[in-house]
């Protein structure tokens, strides 16, 4: 028997690249693909790649330059950009990069199999379209391997909100949900295979309206749904919109026992003119009512954010306002950038904060945001959380899991194994976990 290719799949960014690489890696495992860990021993190497960070399209042409070599080595090997990247740059990436055999689309990387046969060819293969067909469904099953305790899985792709800083909609395409029944179907296998807890998917997932037995699903109908799943524990979702934050789905946090109290809720901006001139459609004032809704229905729920900090036109009396609420909110975690230009988006062509005044901006903001962080963090302690464990951790006999509240959470006794979902008694906050016993 010949031995099998050898696939090797670098990702960047978010969680639903993450997902994707699995699909990727699943869809070529049907064309005798095995995943290694090195480029070095690869017959198959594909950078799954991000948009958002600044300077995307140049770290991933750096990175390509750094397979001169190994291509020079192994003439057979078939190299390849995924992502979002790709769908932005297209052919530019196979003139700028010759080595680049394959560039595909995130919507399209059903279509591998057939790329990857043609590149065997001597051909190059592309494929950044929008197709009308379902790519969940065009793919392979996924094979029954055991999987460890937590799995992501999308549920809806592509963004219609287009603000003013974001390229996801020229990526990603229009939002698109898919079916609820085909959801139900991906996270009972995944059950089947070891998983006790889900992550929902989707660049706006709160915007879910998904075919259903009786018509279009909400994302609360979707998450009722799935707590009917025997074996499934916990349901999470990520990433959301203030303005897509249904009444049903405020209720389920507060009356669905799978459905974890965390909550990322991206607001970007404090200051209601910064977040008209982002097209963020709603105000500051309308997302602390919002808060208020969620905490009366789940008092204990943590919150997550993102900020966008430095963005064109905004004044210190704007950035005052993003530190207000930050102050009002208190988020359990959070994430904060400067501000860095999208070619193609509104936002890119309007005046630039200088960007020293970013700087300091930023950390002042992540330091305020650090002390909330702490503080909730540290508030843990003499509680009792329910621990999923999902790896060992650095000492001897130590095993890490995450509690209902996403905090990272080590213990040190031996009788813990990964998958096990445990009560555990909070003794000591550290800089970035918390340490406890067994209940």
Known sequence: MSEPKKLYIKTYGCQMNVYDSERMSETLGGQGYVETQSPDDADMILLNTCHIRE??????????????????????LKIGVAGCVAQAEGEEIMRRQPLVDLVVGPQSYHRLPEMEAKTRTGA??????????????????????????????????????????CVVPYTRGV????????????????????????????????????????????????????????????????????????????????????LMPYLHLPVQSGSDRILKRMNRSHTADSYLRLIERIRAARPDIVMSGDFIVGFPEETDEDFQATMDLVE????????????ST??????????????????????????????????IQDAMVGRK???????????????????????????????????????????????????????
């Open 342 to 375: 999208r070619p193609g988006t509104p936002a890119a062509e309007r005046p630039q904060v200088d960007p020293a005044a970013a700087d300091e901006r930023l950390q002042r903001l992540q330091a305020l945001i650090t002390q909330h962080q702490r503080e």
């Open 385 to 439: 959380v329910r621990v999923l464990f999902e790896k060992t951790g650095r000492l001897p006999g130590q095993m890490v899991g995450k509690s209902e509240y996403l905090h990272s959470v080590h213990v040190s006794e031996a009788d813990v194994a990964v998958g096990d979902l445990r009560e555990v008694l909070i003794t000591d906050s550290g800089a970035n976990s918390l340490a406890g016993a067994l209940v």
């Open 175 to 258: 939002e698109v949900s898919r079916p609820a029944d085909r959801i139900i179907r991906e996270a009972q296998d995944l059950v089947e295979r070891g998983v006790r807890e889900i992550t929902l998917l989707g660049q706006n997932v709160n915007a879910y309206h998904g075919a259903g037995a009786n018509g279009d699903m909400t994302l609360a109908g979707l998450i009722w749904e799935l707590n009917k799943v025997d074996g499934l524990e916990r349901i999470r979702f990520t990433t959301s919109h203030p303005n897509d934050m249904a009444d049903d789905l405020i209720e389920a946090h507060g009356t669905c026992d799978k």
């Open 328 to 339: 009002q909110v208190k988020y359990g975690y959070a994430y904060s950038f400067k501000y």
């Open 124 to 165: 190059k293969a592309l494929d950044t379209d929008f197709p009308e067909e379902d790519k969940f469904e065009k793919l392979k099953n996924r094979p029954k391997a055991k999987r460890g305790p937590t799995a992501f899985l999308t549920v809806q792709e592509g963004c219609d909100k287009f603000c003013a800083f």
């Open 55 to 76: 300077k995307a399209a140049e770290k991933v042409y750096s990175e390509l330059g750094r397979f001169k070599g190994l291509k020079a080595e192994k003439p057979d």
